[in-house]
T-cell receptor, first 113, second 114 residues
Framework: KAGVTQTPRYLIKTRGQQVTLSCSPI?????VSWYQQTPGQGLQFLFE???????NKGNFPGRFSGRQFSNSRSEMNVSTLELGDSALYLC????????????FGAGTRLSVL | AQTVTQSQPEMSVQEAETVTLSCTYD???????LFWYKQPPSRQMILVIR??????QNATENRFSVNFQKAAKSFSLKISDSQLGDAAMYFC???????????FGGGTRVLVKP
């Protein structure tokens, strides 16, 4: 069974641009969560989706948004990029919220110049 | 809000020896889960061990075991017979019984000396 796939692995953008990151969960998993990892703030929860609905959202500005498609694949979008958005973005999937284990992808490393 | 604290930024251990990583958390919930995740240089977070708060018995997974003290809100990880492949960042994480949001500690870097 394939694991959680995140694309792209690396991304370089400039301030003011926008970016879209993709996450394909493990087959059969319907819950997807996103996290931001930085050296200063550590791992922080961004949002969680289940069956195309956002169930929970972390304390991030509105520039950060996400969505989930009917095939459970998820995207997150960051608009008007700032230098501080440089981070590793991790996606995790599980079968259903609150049950089972969350499996993580290898992440997307975003650098904002 | 729940918080998770790992007080040891870095721990060093000799190969084949034992190391214990500390984690404390704060919550008003009675039903929750605690996890230890490993993040090697490849960046992929790997689940090491999971503990359900309602279970008094400490979880074990091969060379990894936890000491769960619910009243003290403490959740330490013991790595026995350390191997070179155990070198990584280790994160303690908390999750409420419902939902998927994980709250992570700051991490502990484990170095394994041959």
């Amino acid at each position: 069974k394939a694991g959680v796939t995140q694309t792209p692995r690396y991304l370089i953008k400039t301030r003011g641009q926008q970016v879209t990151l993709s996450c394909s969960p493990i087959s059969g998993h319907r819950s997807v969560s996103w996290y931001q990892q930085t050296p200063g703030q550590g791992l922080q929860f961004l949002f969680e989706y289940f069956s195309e609905t956002q169930r929970n959202k972390g304390n991030f500005p509105g520039r950060f948004s996400g969505r989930q498609f009917s095939n459970s694949r998820s995207e997150m979008n960051v608009s008007t990029l700032e230098l501080g958005d440089s981070a590793l973005y991790l996606c995790a999937s599980s079968a259903t919220p609150g049950l089972g284990i969350q499996y993580f992808g290898a992440g997307t490393r975003l650098s904002v110049l | 809000a729940q918080t998770v604290t790992q007080s040891q930024p870095e721990m060093s251990v000799q190969e084949a020896e034992t190391v214990t990583l500390s984690c404390t958390y704060d919550t008003s919930e009675s039903d929750y889960y605690l996890f230890w995740y490993k993040q090697p240089p490849s960046r992929q977070m790997i689940l090491v061990i999971r503990q359900e708060a309602y279970k008094q018995q400490n979880a074990t997974e091969n060379r990894f075991s936890v000491n769960f003290q619910k009243a003290a809100k403490s959740f330490s990880l013991k790595i026995s017979d350390s191997q070179l492949g155990d070198a990584a960042m280790y994160f303690c994480a908390y999750r409420r019984a419902a939902g998927n949001k994980l709250t992570f500690g700051g991490g502990t870097r484990v170095l394994v000396k041959p």
